[in-house]
């Protein structure tokens, strides 16, 4: 009998599902299917060559697509069933705004990165790699693709497993260059970012009935569309603005759901969109313990107030089977972000903590939208009916900026985790804008709140002059600080890596500025990886990155003049010059003039490493080796060893 029960729970849950969800469920089944073969064939070479089937870059890889579709498709299914969850529906109206929205700000990114010459730094740089990374590890197999994926979700800071994955349908048909990623980052996570905003718009015009809803909705779209602090990391490559979208649906679901009554599909959607936001990149997890405190603490209150006992189990129980699944399955990143200190490992990154931080706020904001947030929180305070929803836009805002501050500093990207809160706190004010009685006034404030949205935009992106005090104006300009006019100078320097060294990191760069870095070279090569097993991409931060033995075991090292920093990079390239000058190690091999002012010059070794070259350096770096010791002493020891040893 239990077996027949079961078989009739489980045809009863096939028959709730939609096509497309039975499609996602068929898909998983069949990639699973293939991920058990090729996990086989790891440990059976007879099966290696019929595992190889479909894998590769030619032209495409068949799994990775089949997984990234299949990824796509129940990215689909997921807001659908959160709309079913919400009783929502969206208005012919809600979809032409939504279309103007994603039209408009498509053409901005399009007119700003077609053809462009630039290469991606830094963070933009790091997932540019990881999307390329994502081909490279299923082009040696699913087990292999799988394996990597989840590693890097686990132990690195930037995962691959949400924007990578939803990108690579698009990416597989690309030239797989740092612009194309950048152009389909801009034309496809803002879309999900405005539909995101558009249900919580949705979800709260039901609650609040605004006297004019339209202008509710079509005013808050509008601070969503031109709050430049949306906009400036994607402009520069960096798609951190998709956590913002999985936070308005998480916002959409929690709002008004007080847990007095069952809503497993409600609570199965809040969930997974919990999952997503904290893959989406480390500074999210802030955002969610944000959300969730003062969302946990609003429940339990009610339930009190009404001594309902029954919300107050089922929320426990959601809380402990969400922790379960959530943080059983992100358990090993967790740890791992738990133990880290961040605030050491990026010492030389920090910047005056809560207090400076706030004062960047500020300037990333500016006069005129700090000014539509204090009218919207205090509306909020004023009625009764949106209290905590004005707490959870001012108080949520400061706890996230003070957990992140905790442990790192907070530059415009990783400020987006504190986005939907400001956002909320516009669409607070948008909410007093069309509550207004007169209709005339209401629609006179809301055309001069959304003229001077696009005022404060247009001048940020340098789309339109500057018409207002500078002061008003959010302090965050659109401009391309690493525009190239160099790039046949690179190729000229790649060429010469690729002739004159062989084997892996068999080159070192020592400078790592704005201008020249190692990643400078890595990225203009992509997506031939050549140059990045050539050229590692070298150590800039002294509490994360160790001391560059490449300094005396690669072939070739490349120093820049004027040389260009970053944190101790000058310390080394001063020892290094110095050892030139004492004892010659090195000779010149070849001298690029990039055309800008810069040279490049390739020393290539030409006597063995000694002690003598080490102490140098040792005298040199001596107050990063006082701070960060596993990172220099514990280096220079292992090398010294090895000289001895004649190693």
């Not at 109206?93 to 730094?121: E, K, P």
């Not at 930037?158 to 152009?183: C, G, H, K, Q, S």
Request: aromatic share 14%; net charge positive; with cysteine.
């Amino acid at each position: 009998m239990p077996k027949r029960i079961s078989g009739e729970k489980a045809k009863h849950f096939l028959a709730r599902m939609t096509r497309a969800e039975r499609a996602v469920l068929v898909l998983l089944c069949l990639f699973t299917v293939k991920f058990l073969f090729s996990t086989a064939a790891r440990f059976l070479p007879a099966l290696q060559s019929a595992d190889r089937l479909g894998s590769g870059r030619e032209p495409v890889d068949v799994w990775l697509l089949l997984l990234c579709c299949t990824a796509l498709l129940g990215m689909y299914c997921l807001y659908r069933r959160a709309l079913r969850a919400l009783g929502l529906r969206l208005t012919r109206f809600d979809g032409v705004l939504l279309a103007v929205c994603c039209a408009a700000s498509a053409a901005f990114y399009l007119q700003a990165m077609w053809g462009r010459q630039c290469l991606y730094l830094w963070d933009n740089a790091t997932y540019y790699n990881l999307q390329v990374r994502l081909e490279s590890n299923f082009a040696d197999g699913v087990f292999m693709g799988v394996g990597a994926t989840i590693y890097k979700t686990w132990f690195n800071d930037y995962a691959p497993l949400v924007i990578n994955i939803l990108l690579e349908p698009f990416f597989l048909f690309t030239d797989r260059t740092a612009n194309t990623f950048a152009m389909l980052c801009a034309v496809l996570f803002p879309a999900l970012v405005y539909f995101g905003a558009l249900v919580l718009l949705a979800v709260l015009r039901r609650r609040l009935t605004p006297r004019a809803p339209r202008l509710f909705t079509a005013l808050g779209l509008v601070f969503v569309l031109c709050m430049p602090l949306l906009h400036v990391a994607l402009y520069r490559g960096m798609p951190d603005v998709l956590g913002v979208a999985f936070a308005f649906m998480l916002m959409a679901l929690m709002a008004g759901y007080d847990f007095s009554a069952p809503a497993p599909s409600r609570l199965a959607c809040l969930t997974v969109f919990t999952g997503l936001l904290m893959v989406t990149r480390r500074s999210y997890m802030f955002t969610v313990v944000t959300l969730f405190m003062f969302y946990g603490l609003w429940v339990l209150v009610r339930a009190a107030r009404r001594r309902d006992r029954g919300a107050l189990r089922r929320f426990l129980q959601f809380a402990g089977v969400s922790v379960l699944c959530v943080g059983g399955a992100l358990a090993p990143m967790f740890w791992r972000i738990w133990r880290a200190d961040y605030s050491n490992r990026y010492a030389t990154y920090q910047t005056g903590g809560f207090l400076a931080e706030l004062d960047n706020q500020r300037l990333y904001l500016g006069w005129f939208l700090l000014a539509v947030m204090a009218v919207g929180v205090l509306y909020g305070l004023y009625k009764k009916k949106l209290r905590s929803l004005s707490v959870l836009s001012a108080a949520g805002a400061v706890v996230t900026i003070l957990l992140l501050t905790r442990v790192q500093n907070m530059d415009d990207h990783q400020s987006l985790a504190v986005a939907p809160f400001y956002l909320l706190a516009c669409f607070l004010g948008a909410l007093a804008a069309a509550n207004l009685a007169q209709r005339v006034l209401r629609g006179g404030l809301a055309a001069a709140l959304g003229v001077c949205c696009v005022l404060n935009f247009g001048g940020c992106s340098q789309l339109l002059p500057v018409y207002f005090p500078s002061e008003l104006y959010s302090g965050l300009y659109f401009y391309m600080d690493n525009a190239r006019e160099d790039m046949a100078q690179i190729q000229q320097v790649n060429d010469w890596l690729r002739a004159n060294c062989s084997g892996e990191n068999s080159a070192y760069m020592i400078c790592h500025g704005v201008v020249y870095s190692a990643d400078v070279f890595r990225e203009a090569a992509l997506p031939d990886e050549s140059i990045r097993t050539i050229l590692p991409y070298g150590a800039v931060n002294p509490g994360n990155d160790a001391f560059p033995r490449e300094l005396f075991t690669a072939q070739v090292v490349l120093t820049c003049d004027p040389f260009d920093p970053n944190n101790h990079t000058g310390k080394i390239n001063d020892a290094f010059l110095e050892n030139q000058e004492k004892y010659h190690p090195f000779e010149v091999a070849a001298v690029f003039d990039m055309g800008n002012g810069y040279t490049i010059t390739a020393y290539r070794r030409v006597q063995a490493p000694t002690v003598a070259e080490l102490d140098t350096y040792r005298a040199w770096l001596a107050e990063e080796d006082a701070q960060f010791p596993g990172n220099f002493s514990a280096v220079w020891d292992q090398l010294e060893s090895q000289f001895a040893n004649g190693g």
